[in-house]
């Protein structure tokens, strides 16, 4: 009977592990712009090739709602050069100025509200797919605080340099910037506030934010 007893429960934990489910991404077609660049940098990770997407991010279902919606409030750290805050959780995908926002040049951010605190399981940010590129100083943090002063987690950062300047050196890879965005595993960090940072990227000053997501509970 207690033998029983225990392979049920194991069963049950192997069960709880299967359920597992991957966030869904919904991405937009490649972007194909002709030949691709060299692109040099310290710090970029080696090229998986254009379609091979990331591991997915597995997560229990009641983690895996998409958490922004068109009506999710956006704040930018400086007054958009071109496009609309909303154009960054319009859904719209597309890599152009219908559906991007832009901000003017140097370190900038992008920051969602989520109107109240959740359990945030993925952050995507898709920058500007339209030729191939790299941004620079990516990082994405969520807090309770709309300042980020404060209980703040970072779940990315790929400024190697600190030349952010936000007080600490990331242990991220840049990365080609395509279709599949940028997804990254929130580890089920608890926040109201969701902030995008970059500072550019190798074809131009600017800042484009085509879209950013967020999943959790
Ligand atoms: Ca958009
Ligand atoms: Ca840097």
Same mark, same amino acid.
């Given at each position: ?12 934990? /192997? ?12 991405? &937009? ?25 990331? &591991?997915?991010?597995? =997560? ?13 409030? /956006? ?26 926002? @832009?901000?003017?040049?140097?370190? @900038?951010?992008? @920051? ?16 500007? @797919?339209?030729?191939?590129? /790299? ?40 990365? %080609? ?14 926040? %109201?506030? =969701? ?9 131009? &000053? ?7 997501? /967020?999943?959790?509970?």
């Amino acid at each position: 009977m207690k033998k029983l007893v225990m392979s049920a429960l194991a069963l049950a934990a /192997v069960a709880a592990f299967a359920e597992k489910v991957a966030i869904k991404f919904e991405l &937009p077609p490649p972007h194909s712009s002709g030949t691709p660049k060299e692109i040099k940098s310290d710090n970029l990770e080696p090229d998986r090739g254009p379609g091979k997407l990331r &591991p997915p991010i597995m =997560v229990e279902p009641e983690y895996a709602k998409k958490l922004t919606t068109e009506d999710t409030k /956006v704040t930018t750290s400086e007054e958009a050069v071109t496009g609309e805050n909303e154009y960054v959780v319009d859904g719209d995908k597309t890599p152009d100025a219908t559906s991007m926002l @832009q901000l003017p040049g140097g370190v @900038q951010w992008v @920051q969602l509200d989520l109107g109240a605190e959740h359990v945030i399981s993925a952050v995507c940010v898709w920058h500007d @797919q339209g030729d191939e590129r /790299v941004y620079k100083d990516v990082i994405m943090q969520i807090s309770n605080d709309p300042k980020f002063l404060e209980g703040v987690t970072t779940i990315f950062n790929n400024d190697h340099d600190d030349s952010a300047k936000l007080g600490k050196k990331g242990t991220d890879k840049e990365y %080609r910037e395509r279709n599949d965005g940028r997804p990254v595993d929130a580890k089920l960090t608890k926040g %109201r506030y =969701v902030r995008c940072y970059s500072n550019g990227s190798t074809s131009e &000053p600017v800042n484009n934010y085509i879209e950013i997501e /967020v999943f959790g509970k």
